[in-house]
């Protein structure tokens, strides 16, 4: 139900946007949350978009580079990430909760199968 797309391989300091398409239900009330997971490492939160207010939310080392945001009549959340360092590098989940906390992504429900970003030095 929820499809991200969009990664790649790009060079540090360039900018990419992730899209994240919903179907077969509305997710515009709901928490909207980009993690992401580095080879490694355990999945971490990037950013979080909430209800019908779209309050933002990011981790620090997002904040200042990252945007999320949302199209309600698309269904569709985005993550546009500008000056793109190489510990950017990991697969990038979308993911969407009716309650819980936006950074713990245990209390998602929703996850999308993840695209891939590569950063380069």
């Known amino acids: 139900q929820l499809q991200a797309s969009g990664g790649g391989l790009v060079q540090a300091g360039d900018s990419l946007r992730l899209s994240c398409a919903a179907s077969g239900r509305t997710f515009s009330r709901s928490i909207m949350g980009w993690f992401r997971q580095a080879p490694g490492k355990e999945r971490e939160f990037v950013a979080a978009i909430v209800g019908l207010g779209g309050s933002t939310f990011y981790a620090d080392s997002a904040r200042g580079r990252f945007t999320i945001s949302r199209d309600t009549a698309k269904n569709t959340m985005y993550l546009q990430m500008n000056s793109l360092k190489p510990e950017d590098t990991a697969v990038y989940y979308c993911?969407?909760?009716?309650?819980?906390?936006?950074?713990?992504?245990?209390?998602?429900?929703?996850w999308g199968q993840g695209t891939l970003v590569t950063v380069s030095s």
């Open positions: 993911a969407a909760a009716f309650s819980g906390s936006y950074s713990y992504d245990h209390d998602y429900d929703y």
